[in-house]
């Protein structure tokens, strides 16, 4: 592109965003008929994908971190046993085959022959041994809870892998094959003993990596070994971090990457761009309120029912999310196991109910709250500024804490903060959807553990039933969270510098594998 037509664009570009924004903050839409239609000229052919991220890794160890803009990167050079898809079905990925015991508590996984880690070391059965000891030794909480049931896992021969449970345990296969590879990553024992995969990711996939500028942009290189033919399709991919929304559409327009993530925001802009390409998708990023549930006010159950039966969400959808998305519980929308909003206690919006309840627990005179969020893009302070309106409402008055997110991470581990928000991604374990967190809340009710240990046993006939039960049982406590909106997801791009995009509610990366510069 000619710089002084990418100058031009630029300035009229930001103009417009600029006025989009402003719109935005007024609650007015800007009508597309008053909007004008820039058109993008052509990129050059060849050279690496260059994507925008709008979140750099805090790390590259599949084990040392719960937060999904992590799990982003993890998935595009490490591999698991088996990969569950997009439509739940549970397929071979580094094991060819698996057998299960009658009594559900032996799985024995085939290896699949051939494959080799980044650094020329063959994949062999003591590596899966060793990925599982480290993850007991070293994994963070939440990651060891993707396998609470793991008795033993054990090298038959180096091609077959047993692993034993201390229990049947209906989620294993899921958790051991979700897409974001968290916990159930295959490292190299060799690798990982000699480089900090904190910092060097040494897996089996299709990418491997080649440099880190910390905070900037990570480059991946096409794994020459890669066991699947064809597989990427790109010869580099280059990730570039840029935080801010505007300056990351502003380097998409100008042609210095060719794939951004739009926010509520910025898409309104690029939808209305000639010459560019957004899909849209039906996430599964649903926000979530977190109640610490440890001290008070917030371990009386009232105070929580008051909290959650405060929230319009349909005026959440509209006011925060620009329209782009729809009102949720736990389960994402459209989710078969989940229970309908109007059936669920305490999710439908009700002032005077609100005020009642807090009267009830000892606090006529309401509640002054801090709600804390992590510094992760603009969606989280606008749903956080609405909330704070419509709570204020029943006499909850919160005072709003942003914090970057290690800090924020840190109070929300350890159940130190009164109201958090979090943002669930797609998990492959339904289970995932509705389980308390360790650490984050005050001690799970005793009759919702009940149900929470009958699911863990139960066949997968019986899941959805008992999930219905969870559902309306977590509804009526308020807890661990309530759900609020469940967000749409866009990727926009050039089509002249990147082809190959399919993009899915799962949010996930994968689709790089698939990308490539097209042909002159």
């Not at 979530?288 to 959440?316: E, H």
Request: with cysteine; charged share 15%; hydrophobic share 45%.
């Amino acid at each position: 592109m000619n710089e002084g037509f990418a100058g031009r664009l630029g300035t009229r570009i930001a103009a417009l965003l600029g006025c989009v924004i402003l719109a935005a903050s007024a609650g007015l839409f800007v009508a597309p008929s008053a909007v004008m239609r820039p058109a993008l000229a052509a990129g050059s052919a060849g050279g690496p994908v260059t994507v925008a991220e709008p979140t750099p890794p805090d790390t590259f160890d599949p084990i040392a971190h719960s937060d999904f803009n992590n799990w982003l990167v993890w998935q595009l050079a490490y591999e698991t046993l088996v990969l569950v898809q997009p439509d739940g079905r549970v397929a071979p990925m580094l094991a060819t085959s698996w057998k299960v015991s009658p009594d559900g508590l032996t799985y024995l996984f085939t290896l699949r022959g051939g494959v080799k880690f980044h650094n020329g070391s063959a994949l062999s059965a003591d590596d899966v041994v060793f990925t599982f000891e480290r993850l007991m030794a070293k994994g963070i909480p939440y990651a060891k809870a993707r396998f609470p049931n793991v008795a033993a896992v054990t090298a038959v021969d180096p091609g077959t892998v047993q692993i034993r449970l201390k229990k049947p345990d209906s989620s294993f296969l899921n958790n051991l094959g979700d897409p974001f590879v968290v916990a159930g990553a295959i490292l190299s024992r060799q690798a990982a003993q000699a480089t900090d995969p904190a910092t060097k990711m040494i897996g089996t996939g299709p990418f491997r990596m080649v440099s880190y500028v910390p905070g900037s942009e990570l480059t991946l290189e096409r794994n020459p070994d890669y066991w699947r033919s064809g597989v990427p399709r790109a010869d580099r991919l280059v990730i570039r971090y840029i935080p801010e929304a505007q300056t990351a559409v502003a380097a998409l327009l100008s042609g210095s990457v060719g794939l951004v993530y739009p926010t509520p925001v910025t898409v309104v802009t690029l939808k209305r761009v000639t010459g560019l390409r957004v899909v849209t998708v039906a996430s599964s990023s649903t926000f979530q309120i977190n109640m610490g549930s440890v001290k008070p006010p917030l371990d009386n159950v009232n105070v929580r029912r008051a909290i959650a039966s405060s929230i319009d969400r349909s005026a959440v959808v509209k006011l925060a999310l620009l329209g782009e998305g729809v009102p949720t519980g736990p389960f994402p929308p459209g989710h078969p196991w989940a229970v309908p909003l109007a059936q669920q206690p305490y999710y439908q919006r009700d002032i005077v109910k609100a005020k009642q309840l807090l009267t009830q627990a000892g606090y006529a005179n309401g509640v002054d709250l801090t709600f804390m969020w992590p510094t992760l893009g603009d969606t989280w302070p606008r749903i956080a500024q609405v909330l704070q309106s419509q709570l204020a409402e029943s006499g909850i008055r919160l005072t709003l804490q942003q914090l970057e997110t290690n800090v924020w991470l840190d109070r929300l581990v350890k159940a130190n903060y009164d109201l958090t928000m979090t943002n669930a991604p797609y998990f492959a374990d339904p289970s995932l959807y509705i389980v308390p967190r360790a650490g984050r809340q005050g001690p799970t009710p005793a009759e919702l553990q009940t149900l929470l240990d009958r699911a863990t046993q139960a066949s997968y006939a019986q899941l959805p039933g008992i999930y219905r039960q969870i559902q309306l049982t977590e509804a009526n406590l308020v807890y661990p969270f309530t759900g609020v909106v469940a967000e749409n997801k866009w990727v926009a791009y050039l089509p002249r510098q990147v082809e190959g995009v399919t993009f899915d509610f799962t949010g996930s990366r994968r689709f790089y594998f698939s990308v490539r510069r097209p042909a002159p």
